[in-house]
């Protein structure tokens, strides 16, 4: 069955920088859109980043933008997520998702805090 383990949150000061790992099986991975989302506390979960099958095309949310990068390792069926400059906004927990399953993993805490 599809199952993603994302990995690589915890506790970072403003300004600091994460690296998020989600490793995927289950379904053919190479071809597949990957998504990164995130839901913080009392609020609904939101897209943050997706990655086309090749790796080259990203596109971001605007809260996010010039601040995450987003990449793939298609022999590894893992995606990355670069997080730099966090700030508390950015305080949630993070998901990864491929397009047309509806399955989602246990998720990563991110916690941006002085």
């Known amino acids: 069955q599809v199952q993603f383990v994302e990995s690589g949150g915890g506790l970072v000061q403003p300004g600091g920088s994460l690296r998020l790992s989600c490793t995927a099986s289950?379904?053919?991975?190479?071809?597949?859109?990957m998504k990164w989302y995130r839901q913080a506390p009392g609020k609904e979960r939101e897209f943050v980043a997706r990655?086309?099958?090749?790796?080259?095309?990203?596109d971001y949310a605007d809260s996010v933008k010039g601040r995450f990068t987003m990449s793939r390792d298609n022999a590894k069926k893992t995606i990355f997520l670069q997080m730099n400059s966090l700030k508390p906004e950015d305080t949630a927990v993070y998901f990864c998702k491929a397009d047309g399953y509806t399955t989602w993993g246990q998720g990563t805490q991110v916690t941006v805090d002085s």
């Open positions: 289950g379904f053919i991975f190479g071809g597949a859109v």
């Open positions: 990655i086309d099958g090749t790796g080259r095309r990203r």
